[in-house]
């Protein structure tokens, strides 16, 4: 789905990411963790083509994804921090991005799975964090695209709204897509992801299962196991 | 790009500052026009006008919009959209609707005075065209400066000095070039000099088809001893759509590299 080979990339003189040679399978949940500033986002921002790399290639779906654009038609991407233009309302956003990539009737179904309906009206810049977080969702899953990627998908959102991502990203999974996720919630990550994928450093540290890990770790739970490998 | 394009151009056209802009132009039209009564003298008061004004408001709204709608911009770039018809597409948005602005602004008294029957119309068209001209090329480098600089601040600050600088202290160390080289010829000098300040050229430009020798000046003098008055025209055009095109090929050029 995904194969990443000695990927460089650095800001200035801060190296961020140290050569990452990854290859992601399809189908299934990949967690990609790390400690702050370990290069997850600017990972994910490579797959996407929002950050240049120095070195190194990246294919998704087994294209080189240089200098082309129409590849992102198969993926579906949820930014970390929902930030919107904000003198547009709600509706106004999810038709202008259907208009920009293509029509979809997903949107309708999301709307109401988030109740995001009083709020169709609502200019965005004057939504809570959380309700903006929704709208981000409604926007990235109203696409029927093989892979997904979402950063942070859970900061923000209500109990109730949890649960409902959680079984949103399960029936995509069901589906045969690939979902990678960045979180720092380790139950939220522990719960829904299959394999998960440890930076550190800007290098891949660990990939695996969680069992495989608390193995190497020697560790009986998840969160323990992740903070042995920071210490 | 014409559906980023759109977009742009409709969010601006919502926002409040292209209305003031808009009747800006209207009010300096009907009174240069209502209470002057003097067709070729409002135009030389507005090509003064114009010339200043519009690099200003063009620079100064371009980098606006574009750190305004930086997170609009990284929305577009995760879609599967070519990133330079995303940049160039909200120049074009910010450009047009600030050329509607001016064209509107000042067209509409000038067809309520009645100019279609009169003969300064070439000369006002010419004003517009040159506006237009100049709105294109300041917008396109601020875009430029924006794109170079993450800091507001600094883009901001870069943006006014580059007006500051071509619009007035140009003018000045050109002057003092003049005056300190006096003993030798200078007219190879002064025309580039000319070529290389789209405000001077702008201006040269519009007195030149004007005709009006008293106000062409040294350069402006030289221009028509050495290109003629058609063929000046011309030359001033063709180096004014250069001017459009580098920074615009610069935008293409570094949005394919930035990392957002």
Redesign the interface.
Known sequence: MVSIENLHKR?NKNVVLNGVDLNIAKGGIFAILGPNGSGKTTLI?SI?????PNKGTINVLGKNIK?S?????K?D?L?QIA??????KVGELIK??K???KNTKEDQRLIELFMLQPFLNKKLGNLSGGTKQKVNLVLTFMFDSPLIILDEPTSGLDPISLIRLKHLIQAEKAKGKTILITSHIMSFVEEVSDEIVFLLEGQIYFKGSISELKNKTNQPDFEHAIASILT | ML?ILK?SFF?LM??RWSYVYFAFYLLLGIVLLFLNNDLSKAVITLMNVIIVLVPLIGTIFGVMYYYS????T??????????PSIFLGQYLGVAISLSMSLILGLGIPFIAYGLLKSNTIWDFSLLLITGTFLTLIFTALAFNIALTNENKIKGFGYAILLWLFLAIIYDGLFLMSLVLFEDYPLDKLSLVGTMLNPIDLSRTLILLKLDISALLGYTGAIFKKFFGTNFGLIVSFIMLAVWVVLPVLRIVFKS?????
């Open positions: 800001f921002k996407l083509g929002m950050v240049i200098n654009s129409s590849y992102r038609h993926i991407y930014p930030n919107f233009p904000n003198n547009l202008m991005i208009d920009l990539r | 559906k977009y969010d919502r926002s709608s930086k997170e609009f990284e929305l577009l770039l995760a879609q599967p959209l070519k990133r394919k590299k930035k990392d957002f």
